[in-house]
């Protein structure tokens, strides 16, 4: 086996690289990863800079692979180490280059290290990580990070030597409701109560839903999400990293996996949502409007998708990160976990003790919040296993 670094997905054929991707995880096809540095979403004006690691076989046919990037900020990550860069920069040491093993602008949770379905993953996995590792070495880079990872991949990464640092969002769990009443059923009084009121607030205010996917949107469909998109940069005093081009060349390329919601009065359209979609499980991504009503966000971005999922017997709904009002709409505390390398010994030490101390009270936040379910009858979530 031996691994190359590629700094454009161009470089491998569309085909090969999903035939990695056994999960159908939407953020890890080619499509999406090659559609983000074909666009202008990547490069000086975001600093993300493609590094990614691929290794083949003596026989040149492709065993595994990895996402990686070099950045010069922690812009688009969501595992905030803006403190470590902090520390480093007071004590007259560089953080910046770092690597960066993740799907850019992106805190949904899914698989990092792609391995080929007929490899050797106990041989390929590590081979990948080592060459990830030599890579920055090679490049002076302060620190590796490996985000939103899949526990079974953490394990695999504190095995070799990375630290694990966890983190809190809020996902919803398809227990094979029926419909969405069925799922209402399952909430105590008061917050049935209050969705419903939400529900019909947006109603009475005339306002008019639609839900589409990607390959059957129109380019006035994508300019009008793109629109609400950037809004939401613009009310922030930033600038939206994702460009209009990314959005429409992602509807031809793997439309099916895209979903937008739309709502709109008097025949206007004033706000959008998109999400994206795998096998199993649904992804919210990016919302806007260009005036605000009444709980639409939570109609738009909420309760329009978990019908969704309902409907098409998806099993899991991760609406994004951070928001503790998701709780409140079906929405459970559920633990993130990144893993880390640190160049320099002694910051190396420093963190790890950070991690320690940040680590259970990250759980104890997360047990407080699972106290104020919303079921009326729900098991007890089991927030002790922090990969080893």
Known sequence: MHCKVIESLAEVPVATWNQLNTEAYPFLRHEFLHALEGNGCLGENTGWYPQHIVLYADDNRLLGAMPLYIKDNSFGEFVFDWSWADAYNRHGLEYYPKLVCAIPFTPATGPRLLCAADADREQVIPQLIQA???????????????????????????????????????????????????????????????????????????????????????????????????????????????????????????????VLAFAGKAGQRVAGAISFCSDTALYGRHWGCLKEYNSLHFELCYYQYLEYCIARGLQRFEP?????????????????????????????????????????????????????????????????????
């Open 132 to 258: 990830a590792l030599q890579l920055a070495q090679q490049q002076h880079c302060s620190s590796l990070h490996y985000l939103f990872t899949h526990e079974a991949e953490q394990r695999l990464l504190n095995q070799q030597g990375l630290l694990t640092r966890v983190g809190c969002q809020f996902h919803w769990q398809n227990n094979e409701y029926q419909d969405f009443e069925q799922f209402l059923a399952t909430l105590n009084a008061k917050r049935r109560k209050n969705i419903r009121r939400e529900r019909r607030l947006v109603k009475e205010a005339d306002i008019e839903l639609s839900v589409l996917t990607g390959d059957s949107a129109t380019e006035a469909d994508w300019v009008a999400l793109h629109q609400f998109y950037s809004n939401t940069f613009f009310e922030r005093g930033r600038l939206p990293p994702l460009t209009l081009n990314f959005f429409c060349e992602l509807g031809q390329s793997m439309g099916e996996q895209l």
């Open 320 to 388: 994004g990160a951070q928001g503790e009002h998701k709780i409140w709409r079906g929405f459970l505390p559920t633990l993130t976990y990144s893993a880390h390398w640190i160049a320099h010994p002694s910051f190396g030490t420093a963190i790890a003790d950070f991690l320690r101390r940040e680590t259970p009270a990250v759980k104890q936040y997360a047990s407080e919040l699972s106290e104020q379910s919303p079921y009326r009858q729900y098991p007890n979530v089991e927030l002790n296993t922090v990969p080893e």
